[in-house]
Structure formats: structure tokens, C-alpha cells
């Protein structure tokens, strides 16, 4: 199933980018608030300017198991590309992901640590986002997903 919103007019209203935003402590702070609730951050980024991250930014807080999947396992932070700052030396940092276009995830894990960069294309279907992938996305790079114990025979 798909879910489809965001048109152009949408963009008007769109503002969960900060381009005045200080990555680096945002950051830093997303990462603390990780690790004292055991999750991972996930970071989403992007800019004001796209569709497709006002896309995703209302399937998930419209789509219920995504939103419950977020909200359970990671805190997210919306990290600005645009014109007015594109966070250059923090996307040299995680090894360029502006590569795969835009909204492009991150997932660091509750130190802090870059273990996931997720193309959102993948995710994509139609002209919205997948539920039963993003989904997967979501569980699969959760810390549950990544605990040792759960692998142990």
C-alpha cells in the first residue's frame, strides 16, 4: 500500500529543517538522548525545499506503525541541506550520503557511531513511501535488531 501526500503547496508549510541549526551539538545531543533511552538516532537529511522529505515527514506521522516504530526505537533529527547551509563538514564526517539524494537516513547507534546510510529511494513507492518497507528499514536497523543475544543459539 501507498501513501500519497505532500503536493507542491505543501512545501509552503513545510519547515521541520533548521538551516540556522548547530548540527554537530544537535547532534551530540540526539546521541545522548539515545543512549539514555537505548535507541539509535536516526537523521534525516534533507531540506524545506523537498517533496520527498515532506513526504516521508507526513507518512510517518500518519502512518501508525511507522510512527509507533520511531517513536519506540530512535530519536530523529532533521539535519538541514540547502542553500543557506548544506552541513558540509558534518556530511564529510558520515562519508558524504548527500550521494543518494535527498532525504537520504543515517542511523548512528547510541554512542554515536554511523551504522546504516539508507538510500530513501529504496523506500519509495509510487509518489509516496512504502509502509512494508519502510517498516523493514525501521525493525531492521533498530538496536533489538542489532543485539547480540538475540542471535546466540
Same mark, same amino acid.
Given at each position: 500500500?501507498?501513501?500519497?501526500?505532500?503536493?507542491?503547496?505543501? #512545501? /509552503?508549510?513545510?519547515? @521541520?529543517?533548521?538551516?540556522?541549526?548547530?548540527?554537530? +551539538?544537535?547532534?551530540?545531543?540526539? &546521541?545522548? =538522548? *539515545?543512549?539514555?533511552?537505548?535507541?539509535?538516532?536516526?537523521?534525516?537529511?534533507?531540506?524545506?525545499?523537498?517533496?520527498?522529505?515532506?513526504?516521508?515527514?507526513?507518512?510517518?506521522?500518519?502512518?501508525?506503525?511507522?510512527?509507533?516504530? #520511531? /517513536?519506540?526505537?530512535? @530519536?530523529?533529527?532533521?539535519?538541514?541541506?540547502?542553500? +543557506?547551509?548544506?552541513?558540509?563538514? &558534518?556530511? =564529510? *564526517?558520515?562519508?558524504?550520503?548527500?550521494?543518494?539524494?535527498?532525504?537520504?537516513?543515517?542511523?548512528?547507534?547510541?554512542?554515536?557511531?554511523?551504522?546504516?546510510?539508507?538510500?530513501?529511494?529504496?523506500?519509495?513507492?509510487?509518489?509516496?513511501?512504502?509502509?512494508?518497507?519502510?517498516?523493514?528499514?525501521?525493525?531492521?536497523?533498530?538496536?533489538?535488531?542489532?543485539?547480540?543475544?538475540?542471535?546466540?543459539?
Amino acid at each position: 500500500m501507498t501513501i500519497a501526500i505532500a503536493g507542491a503547496q505543501d #512545501l /509552503k508549510t513545510f519547515r @521541520i529543517y533548521n538551516p540556522g541549526a548547530n548540527a554537530p +551539538e544537535d547532534i551530540k545531543k540526539a &546521541v545522548t =538522548a *539515545a543512549k539514555e533511552q537505548n535507541k539509535h538516532v536516526l537523521v534525516q537529511v534533507g531540506g524545506n525545499w523537498c517533496i520527498w522529505c515532506a513526504r516521508f515527514d507526513q507518512f510517518t506521522k500518519t502512518d501508525p506503525a511507522a510512527d509507533s516504530l #520511531l /517513536k519506540r526505537a530512535y @530519536i530523529v533529527y532533521h539535519l538541514n541541506y540547502s542553500k +543557506e547551509n548544506k552541513n558540509l563538514p &558534518v556530511l =564529510a *564526517a558520515y562519508g558524504y550520503p548527500q550521494r543518494f539524494g535527498f532525504p537520504v537516513f543515517l542511523i548512528l547507534d547510541k554512542n554515536g557511531k554511523l551504522i546504516h546510510i539508507q538510500n530513501s529511494g529504496y523506500l519509495e513507492e509510487g509518489k509516496g513511501y512504502s509502509k512494508e518497507k519502510v517498516a523493514d528499514f525501521l525493525i531492521n536497523w533498530a538496536p533489538d535488531a542489532l543485539d547480540p543475544e538475540k542471535y546466540k543459539e
